[in-house]
């Protein structure tokens, strides 16, 4: 379980957020400047909150600044807007940085349906399937917890519905806390077992029938 209790001033509002996640997709849904990536890069260990608690499991993320676990340390997995994927390398040595044990890129490969790509460099392959790299990369280094930054924002409506398919597929299988930010409600609605609006660094826990 994810647990989250945390404060930040940042340039315009006090972020005040607290939340826990189980074996869940837990949706972070706001307008922009709300306070969505601060959250995720607290929970990674990028940004530090001025006070507060972080913890997965029985491990502590975050105390105080001067007792936190390093970024490395954390076992989150982080899927950024842009993919962020490494243009120099293949597919499959995209996966393998960072991995586990090489058993699980080949797991990941056909988990996400991207055996047939692992030969390939990112600028050869379309939006969907990056997105897939992305999160296989993510996944390859066993996280505790999956962070995802709107992840399908640029992506069409087919594309984005086969990765709805492919995350809930992975929720099922890997059982860890998932949350992802997004800006669209039918996302929201699809993916997610429970939404959090955010509004100026304060959080309201929505039920999904509310949108
Ligand atoms: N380290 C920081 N210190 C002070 N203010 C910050 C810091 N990081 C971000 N901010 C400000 O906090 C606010 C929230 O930023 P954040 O990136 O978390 O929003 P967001 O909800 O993810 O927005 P978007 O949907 O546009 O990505 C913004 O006004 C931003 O300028």
């Given at each position: ?25 837990v949706?972070l849904?706001?307008p ?9 890069n607290?929970?990674?260990?990028l940004?530090?909150?001025?006070t ?5 499991d ?7 600044k ?6 490395q340390?954390?076992?989150?997995g982080?899927v ?28 990941l ?24 790299v992305?999160?296989?990369r ?38 860890i ?35």
């Amino acid at each position: 379980m994810l647990f989250v209790s945390i404060q930040k001033k940042l340039s315009h509002f006090q972020l005040q957020a607290a939340f826990q996640i189980k074996s869940e997709t837990v949706i972070l849904f706001g307008p922009s400047g709300s306070g969505k990536t601060t959250i995720l890069n607290c929970i990674a260990g990028l940004t530090d909150p001025d006070t507060g608690e972080i913890s997965l499991d029985d491990t502590i993320l975050f105390k105080s600044k001067k007792n936190k676990l390093p970024i490395q340390k954390r076992q989150v997995g982080y899927v950024f807007q842009d993919y962020a994927l490494f243009p120099h390398m293949t597919v499959r040595k995209n996966i393998e940085y960072g991995a586990y044990d090489s058993l699980v890129t080949q797991q990941l490969l056909n988990l996400l349906r991207i055996h047939h790509l692992a030969d390939k460099y990112p600028r050869q392959i379309s939006g969907g399937e990056k997105q897939r790299v992305a999160l296989a990369r993510a996944l390859a280094t066993k996280p505790g917890v999956l962070l995802l930054d709107e992840p399908f924002s640029s992506l069409d409506e087919e594309t984005k519905n086969e990765c709805y398919h492919h995350l809930n597929r992975l929720k099922k299988e890997w059982k860890i806390p998932i949350l992802l930010v997004t800006h669209d409600k039918q996302e929201a609605k699809k993916l997610g077992d429970r939404i959090l609006s955010i509004r100026e660094g304060k959080l309201k826990s929505l039920p999904p029938e509310a949108f």
